[in-house]
């Protein structure tokens, strides 16, 4: 438990201290790359500015993430029970990835305008398919002498679903969870890029529009660690959701 505090603080000790070595080695210009004690200013004296256009983005992220794994789980559901929307729609999933989901942000600004709902829709596109594709998965790899022993026992479809198939794919789900957590606040900022009024996004693009190349930074870098704090948040419910799917490295155990 201790190791799993301390770890991502050296980590991130490591990063500054190399970023801080890269400067003073290069003696690249601080307009190009500032070093993180300019930074850090930056975020000390804007940190009302930056509040501000993160509450944005956190808010982006968060609706982005319920639309996409509601809209996932039901669509595996879906895939899992119903064969003929399953030959309908698996082939229509499989063809949406090919279209890079980054060309359509700006025609989800164009429909949805420049407020928080493209920026949604942006997020939801892109953790909508691991969501799917995980769950589907899981629903299908049901271990088949349970579900034999469900049908001897007289189980019905329902409670098949609910007693055996659903508790059986959750790993899967939650892995699924965990890469759409990490992807989600790429379909974000990526809109936000294309056209918005607020968001951490729209403020580096703002900053660096003027040259403020440390307002720029410092938004990034506040975008970094919303990012890995919510991957870490959701990882930390998924593992006590599911006390079931222990980890299997016993050194973890230790830690």
């Not at 603080?9 to 601080?30: E, N």
């Not at 790899?141 to 034999?148: A, F, K, S």
């Given at each position: 438990m201790i190791g799993r505090v301390f770890r991502p603080m050296v980590t991130a000790v490591v990063l500054i201290a190399a970023w801080q070595a890269l400067v003073w080695g290069t003696g690249v210009p601080r307009f190009i790359l500032p070093d993180p004690a300019w930074v850090a200013v930056a975020l000390y004296e804007r940190a009302g500015t930056i509040g501000f256009h993160a509450l944005f983005t956190i808010g982006e992220i968060l609706g982005g993430l319920a639309l996409g794994i509601v809209l996932g789980a039901v669509t595996a559901l879906t895939l899992s029970y119903f064969r003929p929307a399953r030959r309908w729609l698996m082939p229509v999933l499989v063809f949406s990835q090919a279209i890079p989901v980054?060309?359509?942000?700006?025609?989800?600004?164009?429909?949805?305008?420049?407020?928080?709902?493209?920026?949604?829709?942006m997020a939801t596109l892109i953790i909508y398919f691991p969501v799917t594709s995980a769950f589907f998965d899981g629903l299908r790899r049901t271990e088949p002498g349970w579900l034999d022993l469900a049908r001897t026992m007289g189980g019905s479809r329902w409670s098949t679903l609910l007693r055996i198939r659903l508790p059986a794919a959750l790993p899967a789900f939650a892995s699924g969870l965990r890469?759409?957590?990490?992807?989600?606040?790429?379909?974000?900022?990526?809109?936000?890029?294309?056209?918005?009024?607020?968001?951490?996004?729209?403020?580096?693009?703002?900053?660096?529009?003027?040259?403020?190349?440390?307002l720029m930074f410092a938004a990034l870098l506040t975008l970094a660690v919303i990012s890995v704090a919510l991957y870490f948040a959701v990882d930390a419910l998924l593992r006590r959701a599911l006390p079931w799917q222990p980890d299997k490295n016993p050194n973890d155990e230790r830690d």
């Amino acid at each position: 438990m201790i190791g799993r505090v301390f770890r991502p603080m050296v980590t991130a000790v490591v990063l500054i201290a190399a970023w801080q070595a890269l400067v003073w080695g290069t003696g690249v210009p601080r307009f190009i790359l500032p070093d993180p004690a300019w930074v850090a200013v930056a975020l000390y004296e804007r940190a009302g500015t930056i509040g501000f256009h993160a509450l944005f983005t956190i808010g982006e992220i968060l609706g982005g993430l319920a639309l996409g794994i509601v809209l996932g789980a039901v669509t595996a559901l879906t895939l899992s029970y119903f064969r003929p929307a399953r030959r309908w729609l698996m082939p229509v999933l499989v063809f949406s990835q090919a279209i890079p989901v980054f060309a359509l942000a700006p025609l989800l600004v164009l429909w949805m305008g420049y407020g928080m709902a493209s920026k949604i829709a942006m997020a939801t596109l892109i953790i909508y398919f691991p969501v799917t594709s995980a769950f589907f998965d899981g629903l299908r790899r049901t271990e088949p002498g349970w579900l034999d022993l469900a049908r001897t026992m007289g189980g019905s479809r329902w409670s098949t679903l609910l007693r055996i198939r659903l508790p059986a794919a959750l790993p899967a789900f939650a892995s699924g969870l965990r890469v759409a957590t990490a992807v989600a606040p790429i379909g974000a900022v990526v809109g936000e890029w294309v056209g918005a009024s607020a968001g951490l996004g729209y403020l580096m693009l703002h900053a660096n529009g003027r040259m403020q190349v440390d307002l720029m930074f410092a938004a990034l870098l506040t975008l970094a660690v919303i990012s890995v704090a919510l991957y870490f948040a959701v990882d930390a419910l998924l593992r006590r959701a599911l006390p079931w799917q222990p980890d299997k490295n016993p050194n973890d155990e230790r830690d």
